[in-house]
Protein backbone atom coordinates (compact mmCIF):
# COMPACT_ATOMS: atom_id res chain seq x y z
CA UNK A 1 0.00 0.00 0.00
CA UNK A 2 1.50 3.42 -0.91
CA UNK A 3 1.64 5.80 1.78
CA UNK A 4 1.67 9.67 1.02
CA UNK A 5 4.24 12.14 3.27
CA UNK A 6 2.01 15.83 4.13
CA UNK A 7 4.76 17.94 4.80
CA UNK A 8 3.72 21.26 6.24
CA UNK A 9 3.86 24.36 3.86
CA UNK A 10 6.94 25.87 2.63
CA UNK A 11 6.79 28.94 4.89
CA UNK A 12 6.70 27.22 7.69
CA UNK A 13 10.39 25.79 6.70
CA UNK A 14 11.97 28.79 6.01
CA UNK A 15 11.63 30.04 9.64
CA UNK A 16 13.21 33.56 9.80
CA UNK A 17 14.63 33.22 5.77
CA UNK A 18 10.81 33.79 5.31
CA UNK A 19 10.80 37.97 5.66
CA UNK A 20 12.81 38.75 2.79
CA UNK A 21 10.44 36.40 0.77
CA UNK A 22 7.50 38.10 3.01
CA UNK A 23 9.00 41.75 2.30
CA UNK A 24 9.28 41.04 -1.56
CA UNK A 25 5.92 39.69 -2.07
CA UNK A 26 4.48 43.38 -1.15
CA UNK A 27 7.09 44.80 -3.39
CA UNK A 28 6.20 43.02 -6.35
CA UNK A 29 2.82 43.61 -5.86
CA UNK A 30 3.34 47.45 -4.82
CA UNK A 31 1.49 48.41 -8.26
CA UNK A 32 -1.83 46.24 -6.54
CA UNK A 33 -1.45 48.08 -3.42
CA UNK A 34 -1.31 51.56 -5.60
CA UNK A 35 -4.58 50.47 -7.26
CA UNK A 36 -6.45 49.35 -4.28
CA UNK A 37 -5.55 52.61 -1.62
CA UNK A 38 -6.84 54.70 -4.71
CA UNK A 39 -9.63 52.61 -4.78
CA UNK A 40 -10.60 52.61 -1.08
CA UNK A 41 -9.96 56.37 -1.05
CA UNK A 42 -12.51 57.07 -3.77
CA UNK A 43 -15.43 54.42 -2.69
CA UNK A 44 -16.44 55.64 0.28
CA UNK A 45 -17.69 59.37 -0.71
CA UNK A 46 -18.02 58.34 -4.29
CA UNK A 47 -22.00 58.20 -4.06
CA UNK A 48 -22.67 60.29 -0.95
CA UNK A 49 -24.24 63.79 -1.12
CA UNK A 50 -21.61 65.79 0.50
CA UNK A 51 -18.70 64.22 -1.21
CA UNK A 52 -15.88 64.33 0.47
CA UNK A 53 -16.93 67.11 3.02
CA UNK A 54 -17.88 64.72 5.65
CA UNK A 55 -14.64 64.01 6.56
CA UNK A 56 -14.54 67.73 7.63
CA UNK A 57 -17.89 67.39 9.38
CA UNK A 58 -17.68 64.64 10.93
CA UNK A 59 -14.48 65.49 13.41
CA UNK A 60 -16.29 69.31 13.39
CA UNK A 61 -19.33 67.97 15.30
CA UNK A 62 -17.41 65.51 17.40
CA UNK A 63 -15.37 68.56 18.97
CA UNK A 64 -18.24 71.02 18.86
CA UNK A 65 -20.01 68.47 21.50
CA UNK A 66 -17.15 68.51 23.54
CA UNK A 67 -16.73 71.91 23.80
CA UNK A 68 -20.68 72.73 24.51
CA UNK A 69 -20.31 69.37 27.52
CA UNK A 70 -17.59 71.69 28.35
CA UNK A 71 -18.87 74.90 28.88
CA UNK A 72 -22.33 74.20 30.13
CA UNK A 73 -20.28 72.16 33.23
CA UNK A 74 -22.10 68.42 32.25
CA UNK A 75 -18.35 67.31 31.24
CA UNK A 76 -15.27 69.11 33.48
CA UNK A 77 -12.36 68.83 30.81
CA UNK A 78 -10.42 71.40 33.18
CA UNK A 79 -7.41 73.73 31.23
CA UNK A 80 -5.60 73.08 28.56
CA UNK A 81 -2.37 74.47 27.08
CA UNK A 82 -3.57 75.29 23.92
CA UNK A 83 -7.05 76.55 22.79
CA UNK A 84 -9.24 73.64 23.44
CA UNK A 85 -10.42 73.07 20.02
CA UNK A 86 -6.79 73.13 18.69
CA UNK A 87 -5.93 70.16 21.81
CA UNK A 88 -9.08 67.96 20.89
CA UNK A 89 -8.83 68.32 16.90
CA UNK A 90 -5.38 66.93 17.66
CA UNK A 91 -6.44 63.99 19.91
CA UNK A 92 -8.87 63.43 17.84
CA UNK A 93 -7.10 62.77 14.82
CA UNK A 94 -4.89 60.71 16.36
CA UNK A 95 -7.45 58.62 17.82
CA UNK A 96 -9.58 58.18 15.00
CA UNK A 97 -6.21 57.35 12.76
CA UNK A 98 -6.00 54.44 15.02
CA UNK A 99 -9.89 53.84 15.93
CA UNK A 100 -10.92 53.85 11.74
CA UNK A 101 -7.99 51.99 10.70
CA UNK A 102 -8.95 48.91 13.34
CA UNK A 103 -12.50 48.88 11.55
CA UNK A 104 -11.52 49.02 7.92
CA UNK A 105 -8.50 46.45 8.48
CA UNK A 106 -11.62 43.72 10.11
CA UNK A 107 -13.49 44.31 6.79
CA UNK A 108 -11.05 44.43 4.31
CA UNK A 109 -10.69 40.39 3.71
CA UNK A 110 -14.51 39.78 3.81
CA UNK A 111 -15.02 43.26 1.34
CA UNK A 112 -12.98 41.29 -1.05
CA UNK A 113 -14.52 37.88 -0.78
CA UNK A 114 -14.55 37.38 -5.14
CA UNK A 115 -11.52 38.88 -5.39
CA UNK A 116 -9.82 36.55 -3.15
CA UNK A 117 -11.29 32.92 -4.17
CA UNK A 118 -10.29 34.06 -8.16
CA UNK A 119 -6.72 35.89 -7.97
CA UNK A 120 -3.70 34.75 -6.39
CA UNK A 121 -1.76 37.64 -4.71
CA UNK A 122 -1.15 38.32 -1.22
CA UNK A 123 -3.57 38.93 1.37
CA UNK A 124 -1.76 41.27 3.22
CA UNK A 125 -2.23 43.71 0.27
CA UNK A 126 -6.21 43.79 1.11
CA UNK A 127 -5.38 44.90 4.45
CA UNK A 128 -2.43 47.82 3.83
CA UNK A 129 -4.98 49.21 0.98
CA UNK A 130 -7.82 49.30 3.54
CA UNK A 131 -5.73 51.77 5.63
CA UNK A 132 -6.16 54.80 2.63
CA UNK A 133 -10.02 56.11 3.83
CA UNK A 134 -8.39 56.44 7.48
CA UNK A 135 -5.41 58.00 6.13
CA UNK A 136 -7.02 60.24 4.04
CA UNK A 137 -9.43 61.50 6.66
CA UNK A 138 -6.24 62.11 8.92
CA UNK A 139 -4.55 64.41 6.42
CA UNK A 140 -8.04 66.17 6.13
CA UNK A 141 -7.79 66.71 10.17
CA UNK A 142 -4.50 67.66 9.21
CA UNK A 143 -5.11 70.25 7.06
CA UNK A 144 -7.83 71.17 9.82
CA UNK A 145 -5.08 71.80 12.61
CA UNK A 146 -2.70 73.84 10.64
CA UNK A 147 -6.00 76.18 9.59
CA UNK A 148 -6.72 76.17 13.65
CA UNK A 149 -3.02 76.82 14.43
CA UNK A 150 -3.88 80.90 12.26
CA UNK A 151 -7.25 80.66 13.71
CA UNK A 152 -6.02 81.04 17.26
CA UNK A 153 -2.84 82.44 16.29
CA UNK A 154 -0.84 79.76 17.59
CA UNK A 155 2.47 79.41 16.51
CA UNK A 156 3.93 75.97 17.15
CA UNK A 157 7.52 75.08 18.23
CA UNK A 158 9.82 73.89 15.23
CA UNK A 159 10.12 70.35 16.69
CA UNK A 160 5.77 70.18 15.60
CA UNK A 161 7.45 69.32 12.29
CA UNK A 162 8.07 66.01 13.77
CA UNK A 163 4.57 65.31 14.09
CA UNK A 164 3.61 63.09 11.69
CA UNK A 165 6.96 60.76 12.21
CA UNK A 166 5.61 60.30 16.26
CA UNK A 167 2.32 59.35 13.82
CA UNK A 168 4.28 55.82 12.85
CA UNK A 169 3.85 53.54 15.52
CA UNK A 170 0.14 54.41 15.64
CA UNK A 171 0.10 53.44 12.50
CA UNK A 172 2.17 50.35 13.04
CA UNK A 173 -0.18 48.95 15.63
CA UNK A 174 -3.19 50.01 13.51
CA UNK A 175 -1.50 47.81 10.52
CA UNK A 176 -0.40 44.83 13.12
CA UNK A 177 -3.90 44.57 14.84
CA UNK A 178 -5.59 44.72 11.79
CA UNK A 179 -3.84 41.88 9.85
CA UNK A 180 -4.84 39.71 12.48
CA UNK A 181 -8.49 41.09 13.51
CA UNK A 182 -8.72 40.87 9.79
CA UNK A 183 -8.41 36.53 10.20
CA UNK A 184 -10.46 36.81 13.02
CA UNK A 185 -13.64 38.92 11.18
CA UNK A 186 -12.89 36.03 8.64
CA UNK A 187 -14.36 33.47 11.12
CA UNK A 188 -16.60 35.63 13.80
CA UNK A 189 -18.72 38.25 11.41
CA UNK A 190 -19.33 40.61 14.82
CA UNK A 191 -15.54 41.10 15.49
CA UNK A 192 -15.98 44.71 13.40
CA UNK A 193 -18.94 45.40 15.78
CA UNK A 194 -17.16 44.49 19.31
CA UNK A 195 -14.09 46.07 18.03
CA UNK A 196 -16.18 49.56 16.90
CA UNK A 197 -18.01 48.98 20.88
CA UNK A 198 -14.31 48.37 22.48
CA UNK A 199 -12.90 51.65 20.46
CA UNK A 200 -15.97 53.63 21.45
CA UNK A 201 -15.75 52.60 24.79
CA UNK A 202 -11.55 53.41 25.25
CA UNK A 203 -11.65 56.68 23.92
CA UNK A 204 -12.81 57.59 26.87
CA UNK A 205 -10.51 56.21 29.09
CA UNK A 206 -7.89 57.45 26.86
CA UNK A 207 -6.49 61.11 26.69
CA UNK A 208 -8.00 61.76 23.27
CA UNK A 209 -10.44 64.93 24.30
CA UNK A 210 -9.23 66.09 28.07
CA UNK A 211 -5.62 66.60 29.18
CA UNK A 212 -3.79 63.75 31.08
CA UNK A 213 -4.45 64.15 34.96
CA UNK A 214 -0.94 65.59 36.81
CA UNK A 215 -1.34 62.71 39.07
CA UNK A 216 -1.17 59.51 36.28
CA UNK A 217 -3.10 56.60 37.86
CA UNK A 218 -1.85 52.94 37.27
CA UNK A 219 -4.74 52.83 34.76
CA UNK A 220 -2.99 55.82 32.26
CA UNK A 221 0.43 54.04 33.07
CA UNK A 222 -0.44 50.71 31.53
CA UNK A 223 -2.57 51.81 28.85
CA UNK A 224 -0.14 52.00 25.87
CA UNK A 225 -2.71 54.35 23.81
CA UNK A 226 -2.34 56.96 26.27
CA UNK A 227 1.96 57.70 25.09
CA UNK A 228 0.75 57.30 21.61
CA UNK A 229 -1.81 59.29 21.31
CA UNK A 230 0.04 62.39 23.79
CA UNK A 231 3.34 62.18 22.53
CA UNK A 232 2.78 63.79 18.84
CA UNK A 233 0.27 66.55 20.83
CA UNK A 234 3.10 67.11 23.12
CA UNK A 235 5.25 67.78 20.04
CA UNK A 236 3.05 70.50 19.20
CA UNK A 237 2.29 71.67 22.45
CA UNK A 238 5.50 71.81 24.29
CA UNK A 239 8.16 70.81 21.60
CA UNK A 240 8.99 67.42 23.66
CA UNK A 241 7.22 64.01 24.48
CA UNK A 242 7.30 64.36 28.34
CA UNK A 243 7.41 60.71 28.52
CA UNK A 244 10.00 59.99 26.30
CA UNK A 245 10.97 56.50 27.35
CA UNK A 246 7.21 55.30 27.65
CA UNK A 247 6.87 56.11 24.10
CA UNK A 248 10.18 54.61 23.19
CA UNK A 249 8.95 51.32 25.06
CA UNK A 250 5.12 51.56 23.49
CA UNK A 251 6.94 52.27 19.96
CA UNK A 252 8.88 49.26 20.12
CA UNK A 253 5.98 47.26 21.41
CA UNK A 254 4.11 48.49 18.69
CA UNK A 255 6.48 46.94 16.14
CA UNK A 256 6.68 43.84 17.82
CA UNK A 257 2.97 43.33 17.85
CA UNK A 258 2.89 44.34 13.89
CA UNK A 259 5.81 41.66 13.22
CA UNK A 260 4.14 38.79 15.59
CA UNK A 261 0.28 40.03 13.27
CA UNK A 262 1.77 39.81 10.08
CA UNK A 263 3.85 36.65 10.89
CA UNK A 264 0.36 34.94 11.99
CA UNK A 265 -1.06 36.00 8.67
CA UNK A 266 1.30 34.83 6.71
CA UNK A 267 1.18 31.48 8.09
CA UNK A 268 -2.64 30.96 7.36
CA UNK A 269 -2.86 32.74 4.17
CA UNK A 270 -3.66 29.84 2.12
CA UNK A 271 -6.43 28.88 4.57
CA UNK A 272 -8.02 32.20 3.98
CA UNK A 273 -10.02 31.81 1.12
CA UNK A 274 -11.87 29.09 2.24
CA UNK A 275 -13.15 30.77 5.61
CA UNK A 276 -14.08 34.01 3.78
Given amino acids: MKKYIYEPNIHL ?3 IRIWPVMIKELVDNRELVIRLFIRNWMIKYKQTALGYLWAFIMPFIA ?11 IVNIGPTEIPYPLFALIGLSVWQLFASGLIAG ?7 GDMIAKVNFPREVLVLASLAQPIFEFLVKFV ?12 PPWQAMFFLLAILPVLILTLGLSLFLSLLTGVFRDTVNVIT ?14 PIPLQRSLFFRLNPLTS ?5 RELIIYGRILTPIDFFIVSVLSII ?6 RIFHLVETKIPERI
Fill in 13 to 15: KLG
Fill in 63 to 73: IVTFIYLNKTG
Fill in 106 to 112: CNSLISA
Fill in 144 to 155: MIIILFFVYKFT
Fill in 197 to 210: LISTFLMFLTPVLY
Fill in 228 to 232: LISAP
Fill in 257 to 262: IFLICW
